[in-house]
């Protein structure tokens, strides 16, 4: 009984593996990761035949599994902070928010340069919508986790995670022309 089980799982695996392969690779950009889940929705497969599950529909019942695989991968991944952010100059390196920010003690200039940052900076903060300003300040300036920014507001860690990217995002993107004006300069 148990060689019939395993001739029907290779033939399932021979039969959808390229196409649940392709599916998941258009999804995840990681050749790697792609390959985990691959293995990690036939490991699932295995599992359930060998627990007598009942899976009427294998070939949806993998595409599923493969969803979720995926969602948790993205739910794992690290949230973006704001201070990883980073461009890269004209020699190829790569120069993060901190790193065009003068030395205060380097003169008159530098600290006039850096006080024009800063306050584009508070600026781009400013036009932030409220809800993702608080979070990214919190997460940010304040160190604060996002677990703890959740219990206390109420709001899903998810939501407060994605209230922070789009912070981020409109941060970058008002930011980029002072990070090219400070790379040509």
């Known amino acids: 009984m148990a060689l019939g089980q395993d001739q029907r ?20 950009p990681d050749p790697r990761d792609a390959e985990d889940i691959l293995q990690d929705v036939f ?19 993998l595409f599923r599994v493969a969803r979720n ?4 991968l993205f ?3 690290k949230p973006e902070n704001f201070s990883d952010t980073a461009v ?6 790569l120069l993060r928010w901190e790193d ?17 940052l800063l306050d584009e900076l ?7 919508p409220q809800e993702q300003r608080e979070v990214f300040v919190a997460h940010e300036l304040e160190g604060r ?30 930011l980029k022309s002072v990070y090219d004006e400070f790379l040509k300069g």
């Open 9 to 28: 799982i290779s033939e399932v695996v021979r039969r959808e593996q390229s196409r649940l392969r392709n599916f998941i690779r258009q999804r995840v």
């Open 43 to 61: 490991y699932e497969l295995v599992e359930a035949n060998r627990l007598l599950m009942p899976i009427e529909h294998v070939t949806g019942w």
């Open 69 to 72: 695989r995926i969602t948790d």
């Open 75 to 77: 739910r794992k991944k």
């Open 88 to 93: 890269v100059n004209e020699d190829d390196e």
């Open 100 to 116: 065009l920010l003068p030395s205060p003690a380097d003169g008159p200039e530098a600290l006039y340069a850096r006080a024009v």
């Open 122 to 128: 508070e600026l781009a903060v400013d036009e932030l």
């Open 145 to 174: 986790s996002f677990k703890e920014m959740a219990a206390e507001s109420g709001v899903s860690v998810n939501t407060l995670l994605s209230r922070k990217r789009y912070a981020v995002l409109h941060l970058r993107e008002r």
